[in-house]
């Protein structure tokens, strides 16, 4: 079954380079078609027809002007050949920037479309990371792979009429030692993707150890303070070992099917040679026609034995990719993931959870069991629990990452799953504990997301607001400021500093639900609280969700809902819920000290 995926995965290159840049595929095409007929039938005809002219003239014994047009002839085949050998380069240019512009969005659109389930999928994750990384190079040999089969064929048919005519048994000899050479390349191209494709997780574990542990700069404290440097570097030596040893492997084992084959080649051909001088010997054939001939098989064992067989195996694994393609593609997306919040927000009145229930795609857990309860406008709520209680899978549920689960979920008494994903981004704004350093400029990274127009006062409200006033004071550009490192002049942030930017970001955005998902981890407890304080302060119009596994931030909540085992175990007011002397007074003894 898979090896017709396979195969109809070698054609989707063609049929996506056919629909994407149709005139640069066919013009690259023809160059190859072209490029096949001059070291083969062209170059035999004119070789054939110098060497003729050359004798007759000898035998005559004076220089006659009629040498001139085959000498001319030859030299311009000549001259064509090696101008033809560069034009297709300049078009694998041009391939190369169409496959960027056209063929790897397609990934990226599909993986930013993906549901959420696929996302957190590390396998699909590590199939995106291979196609997004190699596509471009593995899609442009596929097209190269083809012109040369292309070139291969050609070349092969017109040898196989032009010895028939001459040696009738050659020709078929040369066309059915191909069918065998063809099918060999394809499988050791097949061999050849499987062991990158196992080499890679080694290749991922050393790259880890070499780029990040064992010189990366945010390890350096630790490799100095641990003098763990000849543990990882063993680490790195066997991982390393290991994905050289497979792809080593398969390298021998093609490098000994390939050399194979061309002996045979060149001892057909030298067969072909020997036989071909009974006919001169006969006159049946010009001295001319035998040193054309000889000219092509040895051109012709150099395509088959070399660039053909290369070609073939770079199709092969061009189809293994585009099967991983095409499985990718095929993936379910989630209608809306690329829209825009929308420009109003809900007018939100109320939040519901009733009888909830939710487990993650593929397994039977349920991380959620039976939840509900509601979030009114103008509140503020604390979700708090033991790492696993289920408080960040709420949050997905809430901003519409996952729609499947049991129960209902009612926005203003309306199903949550029934309002499209731009009105949920405009409903919601988080800020999460995993959140991304976007290296842009400050204005860039305050503004993603928004789809109405922010003045500079709003701007520096917000950043006063999330403590980054002294930060804003110090940029040499202001908001126009690169930050991060890949920029020249680029200011790096410190971890708090980054966090700030999103709470900031949160600020501008005209959500009416505001989601905190332990986003304060580079914080220290008073900081957090501090912080914490500052944000319920600014949002007392809004419904406000905080999630942390620190409790003195709950003190801010009107109600705090307490989890355990995807459970609300507990559930009402700071006070109220230490008197309890339950769950949360357990779990906050344990911390109280932080805050004194």
């Known amino acids: 079954m898979?090896?017709?995926?396979?195969?109809?995965?070698?054609?989707?290159?063609?049929?996506?380079?056919?629909?994407?840049?149709?005139?640069?595929?066919?013009?690259?095409?023809?160059?190859?078609?072209?490029?096949?007929?001059?070291p083969t039938v062209i170059l035999a005809m004119v070789t054939s027809y110098f060497i003729d002219s050359v004798l007759s003239m000898a035998g005559s014994g004076s220089f006659s002007?009629?040498?001139?047009?085959?000498?001319?002839?030859?030299?311009?085949?000549?001259?064509?050949?090696?101008?033809?050998?560069?034009?297709?380069?300049?078009?694998?240019?041009?391939?190369?920037?169409?496959?960027?512009?056209?063929?790897?969005?397609?990934?990226?659109q599909q993986q930013v479309n993906l549901e959420y389930q696929w996302l957190e999928d590390k396998s699909k994750q590590e199939l995106f990371?291979?196609?997004?990384?190699?596509?471009?190079?593995?899609?442009?040999?596929?097209?190269?792979?083809?012109?040369?089969?292309?070139?291969g064929i050609v070349a092969v048919i017109s040898v196989f009429f032009l010895l028939t005519n001459l040696l009738w048994w050659s020709g078929i000899l040369i066309f059915?030692?191909?069918?065998?050479?063809?099918?060999?390349?394809f499988y050791l191209g097949k061999k050849n993707y499987a062991a990158k494709v196992d080499a890679k997780?080694?290749?991922?574990?050393?790259?880890?150890?070499?780029?990040?542990?064992?010189?990366?700069?945010?390890?350096?404290e630790e490799r100095m303070l641990f003098g763990y440097v000849d543990d990882m570097t063993g680490r790195y030596e066997q991982d390393f070992q290991k994905a050289s040893s497979i792809q080593l492997l398969v390298l021998l084992k093609t490098r000994l099917a390939t050399r194979g084959m061309q002996i045979v080649l060149i001892l057909l051909t030298i067969l072909t040679s020997i036989c071909l001088l009974y006919p001169l010997r006969d006159g049946e054939i010009s001295p001319g026609n035998f040193i054309g001939i000889l000219?092509?098989?040895?051109?012709?064992?150099?395509?088959?034995?070399?660039?053909?067989?290369?070609?073939?195996?770079?199709?092969?694994?061009?189809?293994?990719?585009?099967?991983?393609?095409?499985?990718?593609?095929?993936?379910?997306?989630?209608?809306?993931?690329?829209?825009?919040?929308?420009?109003?927000?809900?007018?939100?009145?109320?939040?519901?959870?009733?009888?909830?229930?939710?487990?993650?795609?593929?397994?039977?857990?349920y991380v959620l069991q039976n939840l509900s309860f509601v979030l009114e406008k103008g509140k503020d709520y604390a979700l708090v629990g033991p790492n696993g209680?289920?408080?960040?899978?709420i949050v997905k549920l809430l901003t519409g990452l996952y729609r499947e689960y049991e129960g209902e979920i009612l926005i203003n008494g309306k199903e949550l799953r029934t309002y499209p994903?731009?009105?949920?981004?405009?409903?919601?704004?988080?800020?999460?504990?995993?959140?991304?350093?976007?290296?842009?400029?400050?204005?860039?990274?305050?503004?993603?997301?928004?789809?109405?127009?922010?003045?500079?006062?709003?701007?520096?409200?917000?950043?006063?607001?999330?403590?980054?006033?002294?930060?804003?004071?110090?940029?040499?550009?202001?908001?126009?400021?690169?930050?991060?490192?890949?920029?020249?002049?680029a200011r790096e942030l410190s971890g708090g500093q980054w966090q700030k930017i999103t709470f900031a970001r949160s600020l501008l955005h005209a959500a009416p639900i505001k989601i905190l998902d332990e986003p304060t981890a580079a914080l220290d407890p008073i900081a957090e609280d501090s912080l914490y304080q500052e944000f319920g302060r600014l949002m007392q119009d809004k419904t406000t969700l905080f999630i942390s596994h620190r409790l003195g931030s709950t003190k801010l909540a009107d109600q705090i809902i307490v989890l355990d085992g995807g459970r609300i175990v507990e559930q009402g007011m700071f006070e109220s819920l230490l008197n309890l002397d339950g769950f949360f007074s357990e779990m906050y003894s344990l911390q109280k000290e932080w805050y004194q």
């Open 201 to 220: 997780k080694y290749e991922r574990r050393y790259s880890y150890y070499s780029d990040q542990v064992l010189v990366g700069k945010e390890a350096l």
């Open 129 to 151: 990371s291979l196609l997004v990384e190699d596509i471009v190079e593995v899609f442009l040999e596929g097209i190269q792979a083809y012109a040369a089969i292309l070139q």
């Open 421 to 489: 994903l731009s009105a949920i981004k405009a409903l919601i704004s988080t800020v999460f504990q995993d959140f991304s350093h976007y290296q842009v400029p400050l204005k860039d990274n305050l503004q993603l997301g928004m789809t109405r127009e922010v003045e500079e006062k709003d701007y520096l409200k917000a950043l006063q607001q999330s403590g980054l006033t002294e930060l804003y004071d110090s940029l040499p550009l202001g908001l126009d400021t690169a930050l991060g490192k890949l920029q020249t002049g």
């Open 389 to 393: 209680s289920g408080k960040s899978t």
């Open 295 to 365: 000219t092509v098989l040895f051109n012709l064992a150099e395509i088959l034995g070399g660039d053909l067989q290369d070609s073939s195996k770079s199709l092969a694994e061009c189809g293994e990719y585009m099967a991983d393609f095409r499985l990718l593609m095929a993936l379910e997306t989630t209608p809306g993931a690329m829209d825009l919040p929308d420009q109003m927000p809900i007018d939100l009145e109320q939040i519901e959870f009733k009888g909830v229930s939710f487990s993650y795609p593929g397994t039977d857990r």
């Open 65 to 108: 002007q009629g040498i001139l047009l085959p000498l001319f002839l030859l030299l311009s085949t000549m001259v064509c050949m090696r101008i033809l050998e560069e034009v297709p380069k300049f078009f694998e240019i041009r391939l190369k920037a169409a496959i960027e512009l056209s063929i790897l969005p397609l990934i990226v």
């Open 2 to 38: 898979k090896s017709k995926i396979i195969s109809s995965s070698v054609l989707e290159v063609l049929r996506l380079a056919f629909k994407e840049f149709p005139w640069l595929t066919v013009i690259y095409l023809t160059l190859a078609i072209i490029n096949s007929l001059f």
């Open 176 to 185: 059915l030692c191909s069918i065998p050479l063809f099918s060999l390349s």
